[in-house]
C-alpha cells in the first residue's frame, strides 16, 4: 500500500506499472519475456508447468512453473498472421510462408533440388465482373488511359474500385462469389486433371499412375472487395516431387489445361430469394512459366516473396474492417434464452446480432454495402450453412487464404515444429548447465509431462512500454540493415 501511495503522483498508468514491474524480485525477467516476443502486439498469457525427466533414473532433468515467474505467467507470441493484427507475428508467417513456396520451387525442407527441373507456372486465376469500377487501365504500350469515368487516378484515390453505378452494382452476386471462391478453387483442382488427361488423349486413371499435378496458392483481395488466387502449379512424377514427371508432361500441356478449365469451372447457386446463379472465374487470367534458373521474367526467389507477401494480407486491403461483427453475448442471433426457454432480446447489442451499427463503420460506402450484404444473405434460410454473418467483415469470403497439395513440400506445421524443438533444446541446455548437470546421453530416453492453462491476452501497462522500445528497436536495427545494403548496392 505504501508503495502504491508513493505512485499517486504519477499520472500514467502505465509508467505506474512499470514500475511496479521494475520493484519486482526479478524485473530483468520482465524484459526478458517481452524480447523474446520480438514484438508482438498482443501475446497470450498462460500458467501452468513442464517437466523433463530420465525416464531410467526418474532424474527431473528440467521443470519450469510459471509459479517462479516474477509476474506469475507466462507469455507466448499470439502467432496471428494477419500484419494489420500483428506486423511481429505475421513477418515470421511470411517467412515461414516464403521457404514452404521456395521449397516447392528450388527444393530444401525435405523436397530434392531436383524439383526446379519439373513443369512449373504461375497463374492468377480472377473474379468476373458485377459492374464497372473505378479504375487506373493502360494501354497496350503501358501508358494511363482515362477511366470511364473520364478521369485519370492517382494510385492512391478513395474511388478506386468503387462501382460507376451503385444502383446498378450486383452487391449479391459478388457477396456469393466471394462465398463459395474457395470451392471454385477446389472444383477447378479436379477438373484441371479431367482436361489435362483429355488434352494428352488418356484417361484419368492412366493420367494418375503417371503424373501429379501439385500446387500451392494464396488468395489476394481487390480494391474492388473480390478476392482471387495466385497459384503455384507444377508437375510431378506419380510419387511425388522426388520424381520428374513423364517427358511429355510439358509447360505447354500445363498451360493449356490451366486455361481451359478456368474456362469451364462454374458451380450453380438456386435460391428462392435470387434464383439460379453461377459462380464462374473472370475472364482476365494470367498463366507465365517459372524459369528453372531465375533467367526468366518469374525465379522462384520473386515467386516465393510474392505469395509470402500476400499470405499475411486480409481484407483490410480492400478497405474493410479486420474485425468481426458479430455480437459475441448472443453469437449474432440478436436473441438469448432465457430461463423459461423463450428467446429475450440481446440487450448488448439491442437484437441486430451486430457487435456494431454497420451504419457506423468507418469504411467506403461500397464496403459498407458489401458488408450490409453478406449480412442479409446469411439470415436466408438457403444461405444459413454459409454463416454469411460470420464472415461479412471478410466481404463473403470464408476459406483459407493460403493452401497447398499434400505434395508440394513442407507444411507450416513442420517448420513451427522445427523451431520448437530447436528452442527447447536451446532451453533444456541452459537449464541444465544452470543446474551443474551434464547434457543427457543420446541414448537416454526423455520423458516430458507439463500441464498448461489460457489465462488471458495482451501485456499489462507497464509491459506495452517495454513492447514498444523493442519494437522501436527492432525497427531501428531493420532500417540500419536496409541502408546498409542500398550503400553497399550503390559502391558496388
Known amino acids: 500500500m505504501t508503495r502504491l501511495l508513493h505512485l499517486r503522483h504519477v499520472i500514467s498508468p502505465a509508467v505506474r506499472d512499470l514500475v511496479e514491474l521494475a520493484n519486482l524480485d526479478d524485473f530483468d525477467r520482465v524484459t526478458e519475456q517481452v524480447r523474446n516476443l520480438r ?20 532424474t527431473v532433468l528440467r521443470s519450469y512453473s510459471t509459479a517462479d515467474e516474477p509476474t506469475g505467467r507466462l507469455l507466448t507470441a499470439c502467432g496471428n498472421r494477419r500484419s494489420s493484427r500483428c506486423p511481429a507475428c505475421s513477418r515470421l508467417y511470411a517467412a515461414d510462408t516464403y521457404h514452404l513456396i521456395k521449397a516447392g520451387l528450388s527444393g530444401g525442407k525435405t523436397v530434392p533440388d531436383s524439383v526446379r527441373t519439373h513443369p512449373r507456372v504461375f497463374a492468377t486465376l480472377t473474379a468476373p465482373s458485377f459492374g464497372p469500377v ?19 487516378h492517382p494510385e492512391d484515390a478513395p474511388e478506386l474500385g468503387t462501382p460507376l453505378k451503385p444502383k446498378e452494382y450486383d452487391y449479391t452476386g459478388a457477396v456469393l462469389w466471394n462465398a463459395h471462391a474457395g470451392a471454385l ?8 486433371r479431367r482436361e489435362l488427361a483429355a488434352h494428352l488423349g488418356m484417361t484419368q486413371k492412366a493420367l494418375n499412375a503417371a503424373l501429379r499435378v501439385s500446387f500451392a496458392k494464396v488468395a489476394e483481395y481487390q480494391q474492388r ?14 510419387d511425388g516431387s522426388n520424381q520428374p514427371p513423364p517427358a511429355w508432361a510439358t509447360v505447354d500441356a500445363l498451360t493449356h489445361a490451366i ?15 435470387i434464383g439460379e446463379r453461377k459462380i464462374r472465374w473472370g475472364a482476365r487470367l494470367d498463366v507465365r512459366e517459372i524459369t528453372a534458373f531465375g533467367d526468366g521474367d518469374l525465379s522462384d526467389q520473386k515467386v516465393a516473396a510474392y505469395v509470402a507477401k500476400y499470405a499475411t494480407k486480409s481484407a483490410e486491403g480492400s478497405g474493410t474492417v479486420d474485425r468481426s461483427l458479430v455480437c459475441h453475448p448472443c453469437a ?11 428467446r429475450d432480446l440481446c440487450e448488448e447489442c439491442d437484437g441486430t446480432g451486430q457487435a456494431e451499427p454497420l451504419k457506423d463503420l468507418r469504411v467506403q460506402q461500397h464496403v459498407r454495402q458489401m458488408i450490409r450484404t453478406a449480412w442479409a444473405l446469411g439470415h436466408l434460410p438457403e444461405f444459413a450453412e454459409l454463416k454469411l454473418w460470420k464472415w461479412a467483415h471478410m466481404l463473403g469470403f470464408r476459406g483459407h487464404f493460403s493452401t497447398k497439395s499434400r505434395a508440394y513440400s513442407t507444411t507450416l506445421g513442420a517448420l513451427r515444429d522445427v523451431r520448437r524443438a530447436w528452442r527447447t533444446a536451446q532451453a533444456q541446455a541452459q537449464a541444465q548447465a544452470r ?17 498448461w492453462q489460457y489465462l488471458a491476452s495482451g501485456y499489462r501497462p507497464g509491459e506495452e512500454l517495454l513492447a514498444a522500445q523493442t519494437r522501436h528497436d527492432i525497427t531501428q536495427t531493420r532500417d540500419q540493415a536496409e541502408r546498409a545494403k542500398t550503400e553497399g548496392e550503390i559502391w558496388q
Open 39 to 58: 514484438g508482438c502486439t498482443r501475446p497470450v498469457n498462460l500458467v501452468g508447468w513442464t517437466a523433463t525427466t530420465d525416464a531410467a533414473t526418474k
Open 185 to 192: 478453387w477446389a472444383r477447378f483442382t479436379t477438373y484441371l
Open 225 to 238: 472487395g473480390l478476392v482471387h488466387f495466385h497459384a503455384v502449379i507444377r508437375f510431378d512424377g506419380p
Open 134 to 152: 473505378h479504375n487506373r487501365p493502360t494501354t497496350s504500350a503501358g501508358n494511363p488511359r482515362p477511366c470511364r469515368c473520364g478521369d485519370y
Open 332 to 342: 449474432g442471433r440478436g436473441y438469448l434464452r432465457g430461463p423459461d426457454g423463450f
Open 435 to 451: 543446474a551443474g548437470l551434464p547434457a543427457p546421453d543420446e541414448s537416454t530416453t526423455l520423458v516430458t509431462e507439463s500441464s
Open 259 to 273: 486455361k481451359k478449365t478456368a474456362q469451364k469451372t462454374f458451380l450453380t447457386i438456386a435460391s428462392d430469394a
